[in-house]
């Protein structure tokens, strides 16, 4: 009989629910007032006692808080009233709390800012001396500037959001659901959010502008054609047989711009195309007409295309650069086709 009775007191003792809260206390008090002796002020200032004052509790910058008797769940109004000797107690959830204390004799509220609350024998509680460590859900009250929510769902993502945790904190770590198909993570100017772009719309990738509905891929590129003769000059004259490279490119894409740099000296080249096949580019698949030219300095860049009959490549294109004229000792010239896809 005995051990049936023990029995049932530990199983008692376990059924109770335990609560991340801890509990804030003081007294009715304010500095540095002057004793009044027969309505008279002393110059000696004292810690002046105001029994039942008011005490209002506040989330730490934000509105009131909710709070308990103690800490087996029983409310207490917000404010109350502190004891005829001076003493006040309030529980909290585990967090950041401001307190006030105002009655009639208080010279001015007198305020306690950001007092932390943490309940260290609460498993998982962050001032647990190191239980911190132990297991628990990501966004759970275990941290405080979180949100709550478990379980996961699949594509959540975690942000931190405008929205308030139990305990004030604002901005607080908090899930973003997975946003409907076709939409893409943008921002309001405060939170990240799931958006469909508008039809018709555009967005910019990489310095290109691509209407939403459209394929967009991943800008511009550089189509490079290097010709260098081993130090010794390029001569004027000998064009495909010396002085031709080719590149086949993968992928389809228009031609926005070109430029040509070299070590000293002119010249001028011609860009000869042709679709994907057995052959390779010759004289008369040229899309110059009568080419374009390094004249002066040793580097142009220029965006001005009328010299191209056609400015469209299609994949697997190949594409030879050919040197026509060269003059001055060049012994090396580099040529870049700026291409968008």
């Not at 023990?6 to 199983?11: A, R, V």
């Not at 306690?112 to 260290?120: K, N, T």
């Not at 010794?232 to 490279?245: E, H, N, R």
């Amino acid at each position: 009989m005995k051990r049936l009775l023990i029995l049932s007191l530990l199983l008692l003792g376990f059924s109770s629910t335990v609560y991340a809260r801890d509990s804030v206390k003081g007294w009715c008090e304010e500095g540095n007032r002057p004793v009044v002796t027969s309505g008279l002020n002393s110059t000696t200032r004292v810690q002046a006692s105001h029994p039942s004052c008011t005490i209002t509790v506040y989330v730490h910058g934000a509105g009131l808080a909710t709070i308990y008797a103690d800490n087996n769940n029983t409310p207490l109004a917000n404010p109350f009233t502190a004891q005829s000797g001076g003493r006040w107690q309030a529980y909290a959830n585990d967090g950041r709390y401001d307190v006030t204390m105002s009655s009639a004799g208080f010279s001015q509220t007198v305020t306690y800012s950001d007092i932390i609350l943490c309940d260290p024998f609460v498993p998982g509680a962050i001032c647990a001396g190191g239980s911190g460590g132990n297991a628990h859900n990501l966004l759970s009250t275990t941290h405080l500037d979180t949100v709550p929510f478990s379980p996961p769902v699949q594509g959540d993502i975690i942000t931190a959001q405008t929205t308030a945790s139990p305990t004030g904190i604002t901005p607080a770590w908090s899930r973003l659901a997975l946003g409907t198909n076709g939409q893409v993570l943008t921002s309001n100017g405060t939170d990240a959010i799931w958006s469909t772009p508008a039809a018709g719309g555009s967005i910019t990738i990489n310095g290109s502008t691509c209407t939403v509905g459209n394929t967009c891929n991943s800008g511009h590129h550089g189509l490079e054609f290097t010709i260098y003769n081993g130090g010794t000059a390029l001569t004027s004259g000998t064009t495909v047989a010396s002085y031709a490279l080719m590149a086949t490119i993968p992928f389809a894409c228009t031609i926005n711009r070109y430029s040509l740099a070299a070590d000293q000296g002119t010249a001028t080249v011609k860009f000869w195309k042709v679709a994907t096949g057995t052959a390779i580019p010759a004289v008369g698949n040229s899309i110059n007409t009568s080419g374009v030219s390094l004249a002066t300095g040793t580097k142009i860049d220029s965006t001005t295309l009328s010299d191209f009959t056609t400015t469209a490549i299609a994949l697997n294109d190949s594409i030879i650069m050919d040197i026509t004229a060269v003059a001055g000792g060049m012994t090396y010239l580099d040529g870049v086709l700026g291409c968008s896809e």
